[in-house]
């Protein structure tokens, strides 16, 4: 298995804050990264693909970079909408595991 | 409109079988892989196995290998995950996944909204 790991696991902001999320890689995976938000009692959301793509219909203010072993996932100003917890997932192998989350608080 | 419906709550007892559903609609269910995720209460998500519904090639975390069944009917555009023997450490959340590509990158572009299953004596 390719192991991520996210860091932080929480992290408190405030409203406009910028905010950056890491995620590291056991082994390179080059662009291979997914992220994904999600709220209390809702199913995942897909925010990013392939490291960098901004899935259609979500806001400019998420971006992804990052390449290899090493991702971070960037809102460049915190909305009231985006406190909820978010996943790295690599697809490099078909195993598809998750990072075990990062809880973004108020 | 692509969407994922998943089937109800179910509460059952431990060495029950179960098997959940998940209806696609709204694009060619035969052309995307479907994923089923875990996710245990107050925890985070554990991919479980995938299937190819256009030839049933199925793929298994390890983690869940000989623990689940998955499988699909397609005329009915449905894919169900299973169990045999229902254990204690089985609640969960269950969530269906469609798994979109993009030269060669996979990922999970819609998802169902959940199925609880609740396992007590």
């Known amino acids: 298995d390719i192991q991520m790991t996210q860091s932080p696991s929480s992290l408190s902001a405030s409203v406009g804050d910028r905010v950056t999320i890491t995620c590291r890689a056991g082994?390179?995976?080059?662009?291979?990264l997914n992220w994904y938000q999600q709220k209390p009692g809702k199913a995942p959301k897909l925010l990013i693909y392939?490291?960098?793509s901004l899935q259609s219909g979500v806001p400019s203010r998420f971006s992804g970079s990052g390449s290899g072993t090493d991702f971070t996932l960037t809102i460049s100003s915190l909305q009231p909408e985006d406190f909820a917890t978010y996943y790295c997932?690599?697809?490099?192998?078909?195993?598809?595991?998750f990072g075990q989350g990062t809880k973004l608080e108020i | 409109e692509v969407q994922l419906v998943q089937s109800g709550a179910e509460v059952n007892k431990p060495g029950e079988s179960l098997k959940i559903s998940c209806k696609a609609s709204?694009?060619?269910?035969?052309?995307?892989?479907i994923a089923w995720v875990r996710q245990m209460p107050g925890k985070g998500l554990e991919w479980m196995g995938i299937?190819?519904?256009?030839?049933?090639?199925?793929r298994y975390s390890p983690s869940f290998q000989g623990q689940v069944t998955i499988s699909v009917d397609k005329s009915i555009s449905t894919a169900y995950l299973q169990w045999t023997t229902l254990k204690a450490s089985d609640t969960a959340v269950y969530y269906c996944?469609?798994?979109?590509?993009?030269?060669?990158?996979?990922?999970?572009?819609?998802w169902g909204q959940g199925t609880l299953i609740t396992v007590s004596s």
């Open positions: 997932q690599q697809s490099y192998s078909t195993l598809y595991t």
């Open positions: 996944a469609r798994v979109a590509t993009w030269i060669h990158q996979y990922f999970f572009d819609f």
């Open positions: 082994q390179s995976i080059s662009s291979y």
């Open positions: 392939a490291a960098s």
């Open positions: 299937i190819y519904p256009g030839d049933s090639d199925t």
């Open positions: 709204g694009y060619s269910f035969t052309n995307y892989w």
